[in-house]
């Protein structure tokens, strides 16, 4: 099983990223697939989930600023993110479960993370 993350890095506070979950491995349609971030010095956190029909959940600090989505057809997951603030800097993960929650728990498969880096 792996779930690769891509397209971290140095974004400015305001601008735009969009990160990439590569997923192989498992069979990825039978699975809920999230995003989750860790910042210095904090616990890792639920940032977006997407359930089978394709119906998102947000965290409260991200609603209305990213996006969760992804390909079926690719077995890949992607977060867009915009209006970016210095307070979403972490390293960001995805996940695979049955469940469809933000709660760290329930999530089998986990990628290596991807670091963001915002600056003000």
């Known amino acids: 099983v792996q779930l690769v993350e891509s397209g971290g890095g140095l974004g400015q506070s305001g601008g735009s990223l969009r990160l990439s979950c590569s997923a192989s491995?498992?069979?990825?349609?039978?699975?809920?697939m999230a995003w989750f971030r860790q910042a210095p010095g904090k616990q890792r956190e639920g940032v977006a989930v997407?359930?089978?029909?394709?119906?998102?959940t947000y965290a409260d600090s991200v609603r209305d600023r990213f996006t969760i989505y992804q390909d079926n057809a690719k077995n890949t997951l992607y977060l867009y993110m915009h209006n970016l603030k210095p307070d979403d800097t972490a390293i960001y993960y995805c996940?695979?479960?049955?469940?469809?929650?933000?709660?760290?728990?329930?999530?089998?498969?986990w990628g290596q993370g991807t670091q963001v880096t915002v600056s003000s």
């Open positions: 491995g498992f069979t990825y349609s039978s699975y809920y």
């Open positions: 996940a695979a479960g049955r469940v469809a929650w933000l709660q760290l728990v329930g999530y089998k498969y």
């Open positions: 997407i359930d089978r029909d394709g119906i998102p």
